[in-house]
C-alpha cells in the first residue's frame, strides 16, 4: 500500500498519467519518487510534489493500493487506463479521473472534476461527493463513449451525464443536470433524484430511470406504457410506478426512458395517449 | 555552405545512377561537381543509402478545407502531440497534424517537396497563409478549375483559347502550380442536388458534360504549357464499377497526347479502381487499368494507398463525402465554394476486418506491382484520405518485400483475401524503382527540372537512410528497411541538414512554388468581369488575387504559353 501526500497547494494542472497501480506495482519507493510528471509545463519529479510513504504489504500478490490524503483538485487523469488494484483519493479529485479505465477499482472521499470515468471500458469508480460535467462521457469529438464498468456518484453530476454511453451502469444518488444520455446507444443511467430536462437527447438505446422531478420530456418521445417497477441491475430493483417513453424519435432510436409518475404528476397528461 | 556526402550509394534514377558508390558535393544549395575537401562539412555515409529528396505529388496538408477537418477531429489531436523544442514548435495531429508538426514530419522521412492538391480559388489566401507556416519542404498547390463556372461558360461556348486565357489569369492570381479537375461537372451539378455518373451526363444549365471539360482542360493545360498534366480526381470516385470511368476517363483524352508524352494524371487511382456492382460484390478493378496504363504512355497514376488506421476523408467532392457520411454515419462537413467547387470531410477508420477496406488495400498495392513502368505510378496515400502521409514507411516495406505483404494478408478479411491478386504477384521492388516512385517519378510528372535527382546544378534536397543496401535484402528484412525510411539518417534542404535520426536541426522555411504563366494578350480586366464577381462571389476583383508579397519565400516559374 502506497500512501501520497501532497507537499503543497498546487496551482498548476498537474498531469498524472503514471499514478497508476499498474504502474506503481512492484515499484520501490525511491522509483516511486523518480517517477516523472507534468507540472504545468515543467517536468518534475514525483518525489517533488508529493510524500510517498510505503506501507509494506503482507500478502505479497495483493494488489497494490494508493491512497492520496489531500486536495488533489489540479490532478488530472488520475488512475488513467488502470487495469487493476485499487486507488482511494481522501480529498477532491480533478479532470479526467479513470480515463479510459479497464478494471480496479477507484474510490473519491470528495468532489470531482469534469470527465471523470471517461471512455471507460471496466472497473468502478464511486464518487461520495459531486461530480462535475460529462461524466463517464468521452473526450471533445469522440463518439465512442463509456463501454462498460460501473459509476457511482453519492451527490449530483453536472450536464450531460453519460453522453454517447455504449454499455455500463452509472449510477446518481443525488440529482443530475441537463442532457443525461445525451445520444447514448447502451447501458443504463439511473438518476435517483431531480434531472434538470432533455434527458436522452438523441438517444438510440439504452435505458435512463429519473427517480426525481423531470420538467419536461422531448417532444421526439413517445409514451409506451406505464411500468410497475424497473430494474436497474442485478439485484436492483426500483418500484415504481414509471412512466417509460421511447426515443429519440429524431435518431429512430428505441431508447428507453422511465420517468417516475409520483414525482411528476405534470406528465399526467400523456396518460390520454394510452 | 559546403558539403559532402561520402561513400553513400546512390539512387538517382533521372541519372541513370544505380547504387554506385559515390560523393554528393554541394555548393550554396546547389549540386556542384567538386567542392573544398578541407572546408567542406562532411557527412559519413558509408553504408548508407542516399537518395534525393522525396516528392510528393498529392497530399492534402493546407487550406480551408484541412483546417476545417482539424476543427471536426479534437479527438485526432489529444492522442498524438509534439511538444516545442528549442528548434521547433509545438503541434497535435494523427490524420491532419498542424502545419508545422506537417513540415516536420515529412523532413523525417526524408520528404523535401509536397504539392498541395486541391485548393478552392476563393479560399488561395488561406492556402497561401497555411503553407507559408508548413516550414522545411517546398510546396506549391493547384486551384481546382474543373466546375468553375468561367470554364464551364468557355468550354460550352467551344472557346478553348479564351478558356486559356481566364484559366492563366487564375493560376497566377491564385499562385497555383497546376490545373486540378475532382469530379468533374459532379461538383457544379452536386449544387442542384445532382451528380454524373459517367462522362456523358450533363452538367445542369451549363450543359457542357465531364468529357468536354477535361478534353477541354487537357488542351488548355498544352497551350499553356504547364509542366505537369491536368491532374484529375475522376467521376464516380469510391462506387463499385467505376474502374470503366477511370478507363474511360483516361481513353477520353488519348487522341491529345503528342511524343509519348503523359497529358492526364489519375489522382488516388486505388479509389477510382472499384469493380462490381454493389459493396457486396465489389473487386478489384486494378489489372484492367494496369493493362491499360501498360500500353498506353499518356497517363500516369498516383497509388492512393489505404492504410488500416483511423483517418479524415477530405476531398472536394461534395457528393462522394455525402455518401460516404450516409455509409458511415459519421460527423461530417460539406460545403460550396461559391461558383468553384464543394467539399467534404467525415472522419473514417479503415478496418482490416471489412471486406471493402481490406480489397481497398489490396488494389493500391497492385496498381503499383503491376504496372511495369514505375515512371508512371507514384506512392502516396492522397493523405489523409488513405491514411496518413507517415505511413509512407509501411507502404515501402509492402512494396518490396511479398512476404511483409503476407503478413498483412493474414490478418485481413479472408474473404478478402481470397479474391486479392497479392498473393500472385511476385514482384518485390528495388530500391532503385523505389527511388522513381517515390521521387525521381513524382518530379519527372510535375515538370519540376532541378528537384528528384542529383545531377549538377539541381537543388540540394537530399534524403541518406541508414539502410545498406548490399547487406540489407529488403524483401526479408523489410522491417529494418520500414525503420529506416520512417526516420532519415540526415534530410539535407537547400544544401542544409535540417534532420538526423528524427531530430530536427534546423528550421527552414521552404519556398512556395507557383507559376507565372505568361500569355501574349492577357484578359483584360473589364467592368462587365469586375459586374460578374460582383454578381458570383462575395469577394470583389479587388480582393480575389493574392498577392506575390503574400507568400512568405515566393519562387515563381515563368511559363510561356502558346495563346
Not at chain 1, 445525451?182 to 435517483?192: A, C, F, K, P, S
Not at chain 2, 515529412?106 to 498541395?116: E, H
Not at chain 2, 489522382?267 to 459493396?279: L, P, Y
Not at chain 2, 537512410?465 to 529494418?480: F, G, L
Request: hydrophobic residues 35%; contains cysteine.
Amino acid at each position: 500500500m502506497i500512501n501520497l501526500y501532497p507537499l503543497k497547494e498546487f496551482k498548476f494542472p498537474i498531469i498524472t498519467e503514471c499514478m497508476n497501480p499498474d504502474v506503481f506495482q512492484g515499484k520501490t519507493r525511491e522509483e516511486i519518487d523518480g517517477l516523472k510528471i507534468w507540472e504545468g509545463n515543467k517536468q518534475k519529479r514525483l518525489g517533488d510534489l508529493f510524500r510517498v510513504e510505503e506501507v509494506k504489504k503482507e500478502n505479497q500478490l495483493e494488489k497494490t493500493t494508493i491512497t492520496i490524503r489531500g486536495d488533489v483538485n489540479k490532478l488530472r487523469r488520475i488512475g488513467s487506463c488502470m487495469k487493476s488494484g485499487e486507488m482511494r483519493i481522501h480529498g477532491d479529485a480533478g479532470m479526467h479521473l479513470g480515463e479510459e479505465m479497464e478494471g480496479g477499482k477507484i474510490t473519491v472521499r470528495g468532489n470531482v472534476g469534469g470527465w471523470a470515468g471517461s471512455m471507460m471500458k471496466g472497473g468502478t469508480i464511486e464518487i461520495h461527493g459531486n461530480a462535475s460535467d460529462y461524466l463517464g462521457a468521452p473526450y471533445r469529438g469522440i463518439s465512442r463513449g463509456m463501454r462498460g464498468g460501473k459509476i457511482i456518484v453519492y451527490g449530483n453530476v453536472g450536464n450531460e451525464a453519460g453522453a454517447y454511453m455504449r454499455k455500463g451502469i452509472i449510477k446518481i444518488y443525488g440529482s443530475a443536470g441537463q442532457f443525461v444520455g445525451l445520444r447514448m446507444r447502451n447501458g443504463t443511467i439511473y438518476v435517483q433524484k431531480d434531472s434538470e430536462g432533455r434527458a436522452g437527447a438523441c438517444m438510440t438505446g439504452g435505458k435512463i430511470v429519473v427517480g426525481g422531478f423531470l420538467e419536461s420530456v422531448l417532444p421526439t418521445f413517445t409514451i409506451d406504457s406505464v411500468k410497475k417497477k424497473v430494474k436497474i441491475e442485478e439485484g436492483d430493483v426500483i418500484e415504481g410506478p414509471f412512466y417509460l417513453f421511447l426515443g429519440d424519435l429524431t435518431e429512430n432510436g428505441k431508447g428507453k426512458l422511465y420517468v417516475l409518475k409520483e414525482k411528476n404528476p405534470h406528465l399526467s397528461h400523456y396518460e390520454r395517449l394510452l | 555552405m559546403e558539403l559532402l556526402i561520402k561513400n553513400g550509394f546512390v539512387y538517382d534514377p533521372i541519372n541513370g545512377v544505380n547504387g554506385e558508390k559515390m560523393d554528393i558535393t554541394v555548393k550554396d544549395g546547389k549540386i556542384v561537381e567538386s567542392v573544398d575537401e578541407r572546408k567542406a562539412k562532411k557527412i559519413d555515409a558509408s553504408g548508407m543509402t542516399v537518395m534525393p529528396g522525396g516528392v510528393d505529388i498529392h497530399c492534402h496538408i493546407a487550406g480551408s478545407e484541412v483546417n476545417t477537418g482539424r476543427l471536426l477531429r479534437p479527438e485526432d489531436h489529444f492522442k498524438d502531440f509534439e511538444r516545442k523544442t528549442l528548434i521547433t514548435r509545438s503541434g497535435v495531429g494523427h490524420s491532419i497534424p498542424s502545419t508545422f508538426t506537417t513540415g516536420y514530419r515529412y523532413a523525417r522521412m526524408g520528404y523535401t517537396t509536397i504539392m498541395n492538391p486541391s485548393m478552392p480559388p476563393l479560399e488561395a489566401k488561406h492556402t497561401h497563409e497555411e503553407l507559408n507556416d508548413t516550414p522545411m519542404v517546398d510546396k506549391a498547390t493547384y486551384p481546382l478549375l474543373g466546375d468553375w463556372w468561367f470554364v464551364l461558360e468557355y468550354l460550352k461556348e467551344g472557346k478553348i483559347k479564351e478558356c486559356a486565357k481566364y484559366v492563366a489569369w487564375m493560376i497566377t492570381s491564385t499562385k497555383g502550380y497546376a490545373i486540378k479537375l475532382v469530379n468533374p461537372g459532379g461538383l457544379e451539378a452536386w449544387g442542384f442536388g445532382h451528380n454524373v455518373n459517367s462522362l456523358d451526363d450533363q452538367v445542369p444549365y451549363f450543359g457542357v458534360t465531364p468529357r468536354e471539360i477535361i478534353r477541354g482542360l487537357c488542351k488548355v493545360n498544352t497551350l499553356l504549357n504547364l509542366p505537369h498534366t491536368i491532374h484529375v480526381h475522376t467521376n464516380n470516385l469510391g462506387k463499385p464499377g467505376n474502374y470503366l470511368t477511370a478507363l474511360d476517363t483516361m481513353k477520353c483524352v488519348e487522341d491529345l497526347a503528342a511524343e509519348n508524352e503523359p497529358v492526364i494524371h489519375i489522382t488516388h487511382c486505388q479509389f477510382s479502381a472499384f469493380k462490381g456492382s454493389d459493396w457486396r460484390t465489389m473487386e478489384s478493378g486494378a489489372e484492367e487499368i494496369a493493362r491499360y496504363v501498360n500500353n498506353h504512355s499518356h497517363a500516369t497514376l498516383d497509388m492512393g494507398q489505404v492504410i488500416f488506421t483511423d483517418t479524415t476523408t477530405m476531398t472536394a467532392d461534395g457528393p462522394f463525402q455525402y455518401t460516404l457520411h450516409e455509409l458511415s454515419g459519421n460527423k461530417w462537413v460539406n460545403h460550396d465554394v461559391e461558383t468553384e467547387t464543394s467539399s467534404g470531410i467525415v472522419p473514417f477508420r479503415y478496418r482490416r476486418k471489412s471486406y471493402v477496406h481490406a480489397i481497398q488495400w489490396s488494389i493500391g498495392l497492385e496498381l503499383a506491382l503491376l504496372i511495369r513502368d514505375l515512371w508512371k505510378i507514384f506512392m502516396t496515400t492522397d493523405h489523409p484520405n488513405g491514411g496518413p502521409f507517415t505511413s509512407y514507411p509501411r507502404i515501402i516495406a509492402w512494396l518490396m518485400s511479398r512476404k511483409a505483404r503476407e503478413a498483412t494478408l493474414k490478418k485481413i478479411n479472408p474473404r478478402a483475401r481470397s479474391r486479392s491478386l497479392l498473393p500472385s504477384i511476385d514482384r518485390e521492388l528495388s530500391f532503385y524503382e523505389l527511388a522513381i516512385m517515390t521521387r525521381a517519378g513524382q518530379a519527372k510528372a510535375l515538370g519540376l527540372k532541378s528537384k528528384g535527382h542529383l545531377g549538377i546544378g539541381a537543388d540540394a534536397d537530399i534524403a541518406v537512410y541508414n539502410v545498406n543496401p548490399e547487406t540489407t535484402d529488403p524483401s526479408r528484412k523489410y522491417k529494418t528497411v520500414r525503420k529506416a525510411f520512417k526516420k532519415a539518417a540526415y534530410t539535407i534542404k537547400g544544401g542544409e541538414i535540417v534532420a538526423r535520426n528524427g531530430e530536427i536541426l534546423r528550421h527552414v522555411e521552404g519556398a512556395t512554388m507557383w507559376l507565372d504563366v505568361q500569355v501574349s494578350n492577357p484578359i483584360e480586366i473589364t467592368d462587365e468581369m469586375k459586374r460578374r464577381f460582383r454578381e458570383y462571389w462575395t469577394v470583389e476583383y479587388e480582393n480575389y488575387p493574392v498577392t506575390e508579397n503574400y507568400l512568405e519565400v515566393s519562387h515563381p516559374i515563368t511559363v510561356k504559353a502558346d495563346v
